[in-house]
């Protein structure tokens, strides 16, 4: 794996995690120990969005992240924010994977995320290891963290739209060595 700090970038819906969850399948079929955290969406019986899970990629732990049942001071669109579940579950696998993997992923760098203040402290510690590191965030999100993230030097930045999936997964394992 080569060293770099890769962000996947693009509206919502546009398949980040998808692009990621592939790259990951790669590198785990090439041997590589990959950590750190995905943030799935569940699905209530109506079919509805119910809200999103944090889950280890390490350990398979998850705890549900953000509900529109949970009641919270932090709140992102119609979904109260757990910032236990994302202490718990996303610092611990972060913090794990900048020290026990091969590659760290931080799928994704939100709101939700960032209202957590160790969470940006151990995405800040991920960026800075030797480690090979795969994110999303947000096209539109703009915190003074954000665009800390966005502007470092070390920092590449990848827009997925659906017309170049196939050229962004590509660069994507290119730009990681795979």
């Known amino acids: ?6 962000l996947i ?3 919502p819906g546009c398949g980040k995690s998808t692009l990621v969850n592939r790259v990951v399948d790669r590198a785990k079929q090439e041997g590589l120990k990959v950590g750190g955290i995905s943030t799935p969406e569940f699905r209530l019986d109506s079919g509805r969005r119910g809200g999103f899970l944090i889950c280890d990629i390490a350990t398979g732990a998850e705890q549900v992240m953000a509900a529109v049942d949970i009641s919270s001071p932090v709140k992102v669109g119609r979904y109260g924010v757990d910032l236990n579940a ?5 610092v611990t696998a972060i913090d794990y994977a900048t020290t026990s993997t091969e590659l760290i992923v931080i799928d ?5 995320e960032l209202a957590v203040p160790e969470f940006q402290r151990v995405v800040i ?3 800075d ?4 590191v795969l994110g999303t965030i947000g096209l539109k999100l703009k915190t003074h963290f954000v665009n800390q993230i966005k502007n470092r030097n070390d920092v590449t930045i990848l827009t997925l739209t659906p017309e170049v999936r196939t050229t962004v997964y590509q ?8």
């Not at 994302?86 to 996303?90: A, L, N, T």
């Not at 994704?108 to 939700?112: L, N, R, V």
């Open 171 to 178: 660069q994507a394992c290119t730009l990681l060595g795979l």
């Open 86 to 90: 994302i202490r718990e579950v996303g």
């Open 125 to 127: 510690m991920a960026f």
């Open 129 to 132: 290891s030797p480690k090979p």
């Open 9 to 11: 970038t693009g509206f």
């Open 108 to 112: 994704e760098i939100g709101k939700m």
């Open 1 to 6: 794996m080569l060293k770099v700090n890769l």
